[in-house]
């Protein structure tokens, strides 16, 4: 009963360094979504994916890129991280772009030095 | 950019009590959603509204709709000690439909 499935759990990097945040949902849903978490700022979406094939910004994309390789798949790239990137980041996915329920990973802890 | 105030940012319970906390926007949305989450855990959901004045339970949770539909609210009864976490409003912007979130009322218990 997976749900969705982030890794790593935990990263630490130095500025200027890259990697890719995976995330997979077994629940064969059509949306896929990467938000950020950081204190007193909620939720805030970086990119999205309405449906295999297809991606776009969300509120906070700068430095970031995604790739949906599959239906089951979306990952996030850092591909120069800064320290401003430091923060818990949470994949989610739902059976239609922005409707009905998000279900969310537990979260990714990345920390840029 | 973020479009959903949440009040207050943070609450101290004592088992037992009830709380309220509450969502408002500058825009009218047409659903609400309440989620909340867990220690080190990602945000699970709680409650969705999709109509002006609706008032919805789950179990010792209650969520009401504002009939300006600029607002809603999140009640918890009879608290206890498993309901600490953040607590997030969330609704699709009526600019663009894609889900904000608000940046949540974290609620501790009071020792």
């Known amino acids: 009963n997976a749900g969705v499935t982030q890794t790593p759990k935990f990263q630490v990097l130095k500025t200027g360094q890259s990697m890719t945040l995976q995330c997979a949902q077994d629940?064969?849903?059509?949306?896929m979504y990467w938000y950020r978490q950081d204190p007193g700022m909620g939720l805030r979406l970086i990119y999205y994916?309405?449906?295999?094939?297809?991606?776009d910004k969300g509120e906070v994309p700068n430095g970031y890129n995604v790739s949906r390789l599959n239906k089951r798949e979306f990952s996030l790239r850092l591909e120069s991280a800064a320290p401003s990137q430091t923060s818990v980041y949470f994949c989610?996915?739902?059976?239609?772009?922005?409707?009905?329920?998000?279900?969310f990973g537990e979260g990714s802890r990345l920390t840029v030095l | 950019g973020q479009q959903l105030n949440q009040s207050p940012q943070s609450m101290f319970i004592q088992e037992g009590e009830d709380v309220s906390m509450n969502c408002t926007s500058s825009?009218?949305?047409?659903?609400w959603l309440w989620y909340k989450q867990d220690p080190g855990e990602g945000p699970v959901l709680l409650i969705a509204?999709?109509?002006?004045?609706e008032l919805t339970s789950n179990g010792r949770l209650t969520a009401q709709f504002g009939i300006t539909r600029k607002d809603s609210f999140l009640n918890i009864s009879a608290s206890i000690p498993s309901d600490v976490g953040i607590y997030f409003c969330?609704?699709?912007?009526?600019?663009?439909?894609?889900?904000?979130f608000g940046a949540g009322t974290t609620v501790t218990v009071r020792a």
């Open positions: 989610a996915s739902s059976e239609w772009a922005f409707t009905g329920e998000l279900f």
């Open positions: 629940m064969n849903h059509n949306s």
């Open positions: 825009s009218i949305f047409n659903t």
């Open positions: 994916s309405a449906s295999e094939g297809t991606t």
């Open positions: 509204l999709y109509k002006a004045g």
């Open positions: 969330a609704g699709p912007s009526p600019n663009d439909y894609k889900l904000s």
